[in-house]
């Protein structure tokens, strides 16, 4: 059984750094098949990061965050420099039997974390 647990969520300043993580177990797929998830209340779920060996990163993102893997932890990273309120969201990572194309959708992962909120204050 495949099961993916979020944590290093929590609350900062903006400008600050959070790293978080995704525990993996049951997941004997190629690690760079999963990517970084956030959903703010009213909006949709938006694809931030995703495969390791050739990152892709939502444009909002894309110098601040950076996504990383630790194999014999089981673990997937995602670095989170120079936070910004609009960064306040809950994050998931998720997962999948086969690799989905940059940009990822939603509907293109079979296996989620239970989220980990992010909150950033002005």
């Known amino acids: 059984q495949v099961r993916l647990v979020e944590s290093g969520g929590g609350s900062v300043q903006a400008g600050g750094s959070l790293r978080l993580s995704c525990a993996t177990s049951g997941y004997n797929y190629n690690r760079d098949c999963m990517g970084w998830f956030r959903q703010a209340p009213g909006k949709e779920r938006e694809g931030v990061a995703g495969?390791?060996?050739?990152?892709r990163y939502a444009d909002s993102v894309k110098g601040r965050f950076t996504i990383s893997q630790d194999n014999a932890k089981n673990t997937l990273y995602l670095q989170m420099n120079s936070l910004k309120p609009e960064d306040t969201a809950m994050y998931y990572c998720?997962?999948?039997?086969?690799?989905?194309?940059?940009?990822?959708?939603?509907?293109?992962?079979?296996?989620w974390g239970q989220g980990t909120q992010v909150t950033v204050s002005s």
């Open positions: 495969s390791v060996k050739n990152p």
């Open positions: 998720a997962a999948n039997p086969y690799c989905p194309y940059w940009p990822y959708s939603q509907a293109a992962f079979q296996w």
